[in-house]
């Protein structure tokens, strides 16, 4: 992602990456059918799929100003009016005079248990080459980025951030205006130096999700084994494109983790409803179809993104808080009817005998649901509400008998049920 992107809403790369990240969005509207009037559902919690570590959002001081001690407390808190956010990125400045900027968000982010991981976009200036036109780190000098990386850890760690992970390259296959990476160069880094650096390694980062860049490493042993975290962004990535079956087949003990997107666009206000409603089903298909365990977002406050500018949560920030503040760090998606009807999804997740479903529903009509949470008693489950006329509001209670219950969604809404 780059600054320049945002500046000048008629610029080439703004214009390109917002049509990307358009490209794979379904519109709201298709939903202008009334729904059918009920939908079976069946949640299982023995059949565990992938364990959540977090969702969040991004920082970048020196692109846009920081985020104030009350914005830091509305993100990372998870109170009422709180994003409950687990999860900060940050950039790798290739400047060491810009680092201390980040520090102030990334302490009180990790104090309130997130997760603090970093992405670089260039290396010093003095470690890089001009090459096709690009920018490129020279070859006798993945060593010395190798020591750069760390430098940044112990920094961090010097000033109360111990970083979770840290990222070889943001979008190497995405570089206009950073440093360009190719799938080989990044084995190359992995295999001779990635076992050097001091925390959790992520890559490769991909803008769109493009396995030509993350096959190599899955299919290189040793590269795999100094790897810990496949990132990737899905900018324009289409939901056909989540399912990634290698990484199932080779990456065993390895985390997958979607490190930034903002969706459907960068144009949009964050209020605009029901178009919010896209973030919910993103979220849900990432989870769902890609199987990831995290969801970051771009910048954490702008007029597109979670937070306004006025460090409020917008409606998009509350469809991503409706995992957030339920699906904690640790607990693992489990097996549900994930589209029991036409614009209706379904996920849910359990942390020992808790399960939380989260339902989105776009249609322009209420939507029944008829479910059973097998080996489940009986238990009253509150719930929480967004919808064009309420945010995260506290809604009518589900009633649980041997597992059965109902449960309405309403018209272009999304609702979180928490049965304890």
């Known amino acids: 992602m780059s600054p320049?992107?945002?500046?000048?809403?008629?610029?080439p790369l703004l214009k390109r990456r917002t049509v990307l990240a358009a490209g794979a969005a379904l519109p709201v509207l298709a939903g202008a059918t009334p729904a059918a009037a009920a939908a079976t559902v069946v949640v299982e919690p023995s059949n565990v799929q992938q364990t959540i570590l977090g969702f969040g959002g991004m920082n970048h001081t020196v692109w846009i100003s920081d985020l104030t001690a009350a914005q830091r407390e509305t993100a990372f808190g998870n109170g009422t009016n709180q994003l409950g956010f687990s999860v900060l990125r940050i950039p790798v400045h290739e400047d060491r005079n810009n680092w201390s900027r980040e520090v102030a968000t990334a302490k009180r982010?990790?104090?309130?248990?997130?997760?603090?991981?970093?992405?670089?976009?260039?290396?010093?200036?003095?470690?890089?080459?001009?090459?096709?036109?690009?920018?490129?780190?020279?070859?006798?000098?993945?060593?010395?980025?190798?020591?750069?990386?760390?430098?940044?850890?112990?920094?961090m760690a010097n000033n109360g951030v111990n970083l979770y992970g840290i990222s070889v390259q943001n979008e190497p296959d995405y570089a206009h205006d950073w440093t360009a990476w190719t799938a080989a160069e990044i084995v190359k880094f992995l295999r001779e130096n990635a076992g050097s650096l001091k925390t959790r390694v992520i890559a490769p980062e991909s803008f769109q999700y493009r396995k030509t860049m993350s096959d190599p490493i899955l299919n290189d042993a040793t590269a795999l084994a100094n790897v810990d975290i496949i990132g990737a962004h899905l900018y324009g990535t289409s939901f056909a494109n989540l399912p990634y079956p290698l990484f199932q087949q080779k990456g065993a003990g390895k985390e997958l983790w979607m490190t930034e997107v903002y969706y459907p666009n960068s144009t949009d206000s964050a209020d605009l409803w029901p178009q919010a409603l896209d973030v919910g089903e993103h979220v849900h298909r990432a989870l769902v179809d890609g199987r990831f365990q995290t969801y970051v977002w771009w910048y954490i406050r702008r007029s597109y993104g979670p937070l306004r500018e006025d460090g409020q949560i917008s409606k998009r920030g509350a469809c991503m808080a409706h995992f957030a503040k339920w699906v904690r760090p640790g607990y693992q998606r489990i097996t549900a009817t994930a589209n029991p009807q036409a614009n209706v999804y379904l996920s849910a997740y359990k942390s020992g005998a808790r399960v939380v479903i989260v339902a989105i529903n776009k249609n322009t009509s209420a939507v029944d649901l008829a479910g059973t949470i097998r080996d489940t008693g009986s238990a009253t489950a509150p719930t929480w509400l967004t919808s064009q006329s309420a945010n995260l509001a506290r809604y009518t209670d589900v009633t649980l008998s041997n597992g059965a219950f109902t449960a309405q969604l309403p018209a272009r809404s999304i609702r979180t049920i928490v049965v304890n």
Do not use: C, I
């Open 4 to 11: 320049r992107r945002e500046q000048s809403e008629s610029s």
């Open 109 to 155: 982010a990790s104090e309130l248990g997130a997760k603090v991981f970093a992405s670089p976009w260039n290396p010093p200036a003095s470690m890089t080459e001009s090459f096709s036109g690009g920018k490129r780190l020279k070859y006798g000098s993945y060593g010395a980025y190798a020591q750069h990386l760390n430098d940044f850890t112990t920094f």
